[in-house]
């Protein structure tokens, strides 16, 4: 037995527009893909520009809701994660506008970790001893990497 769906007169229109929603969201998501991972993409540039190491872009699109890419990055002291992370902030603003949802105190290189968090684009700079015990890269090793420099 077999059923079709007849829709009646106003269900017609009711359909085309939840389809035309469904495209225009999904045409906006593909758009926001686009930015989040242009903004990434500068991040590791002015990371890579102030002497950061291992650097690493990961696409965790498909393995988590909380952001869709981060970058993990490497310094060697605290005035090198400071400076990073300041290029990484003013690289975001003056390209984007961006303003951060989690911005690093003013002490924040003083742990070895400092996290910067866009939203869709989640950065973690690390001293080395840090990077060594909190091994992202492992923890999220199922997610792709999309670049990695040393």
Request: hydrophobic share 45%; with cysteine; proline share 3%.
């Amino acid at each position: 037995m077999s059923a079709s769906f007849v829709p009646s007169h106003g269900q017609s229109s009711t359909l085309r527009t939840s389809t035309s929603v469904l495209t225009r969201c999904i045409s906006r998501r593909r758009t926001v893909d686009a930015e989040a991972l242009s903004l990434a993409r500068e991040v590791v540039g002015a990371a890579s520009d102030k002497g950061a190491t291992d650097i690493v872009l990961m696409d965790i699109r498909k393995l988590s809701i909380v952001a869709d890419y981060f970058v993990i990055c490497t310094g060697d002291n605290e005035r090198q994660l400071r400076a990073i992370a300041r290029a990484i902030l003013d690289v975001a603003d003056e390209h984007f506008g961006a303003d951060p949802l989690h911005k690093p105190s003013s002490d924040a290189e003083a742990s070895g970790w400092v996290l910067i968090d866009f939203g869709p684009v989640v950065v973690h700079v690390f001293s080395p001893a840090m990077r060594d015990f909190y091994r992202l890269e492992r923890l999220w090793s199922e997610a792709a990497t999309l670049l990695q420099m040393q």
